[in-house]
């Protein structure tokens, strides 16, 4: 059982930078892949970026290339997410997620295990 719960999340204005964090515990963090996903209000909850047990592959959606960036601390069994240059499309809530069946980056949801609760992030333009 992995618990996962995100912070960081809050109300930004366009252009602006937000980090999100994701605190993990309960299994071993370091040799799963991570990913980070988002769901806006009448939408599907989408990928953002994943990234591999090790932390040397990464990967993101489009809209994200550039402007985000998803890195790891196995240490501190923390994920995290930069978000920079942030747009008013951006607002959703954002979601960590483990895919504990995986060591590579991950785009699918299926792929993934374990969820947090989510956090808030809006995005005023």
């Known amino acids: 059982q992995v618990h996962l719960v995100e912070s960081g999340g809050g109300l930004a204005q366009a252009g602006d930078s937000l980090r999100l964090s994701c605190a993990a515990s309960?299994?071993?963090?370091?040799?799963?892949?991570m990913g980070w996903f988002r769901q806006a209000p009448g939408k599907e909850r989408e990928f953002v970026a994943s990234i591999s047990w090790g932390g040397r592959y990464t990967d993101y959606t489009d809209s994200g290339k550039g402007r985000f960036t998803i890195s790891r601390d196995n240490v501190k069994n923390t994920l995290y997410l930069q978000m920079n240059s942030l747009k008013s499309e951006d607002t959703a809530v954002y979601y960590c997620a483990a895919a504990s069946r995986y060591s590579g980056t991950r785009r699918s949801l299926r792929d993934y295990d374990y969820w947090g609760q989510g956090t808030q992030v809006t995005v005023s333009s």
């Open positions: 309960g299994r071993t963090f370091s040799s799963e892949t």
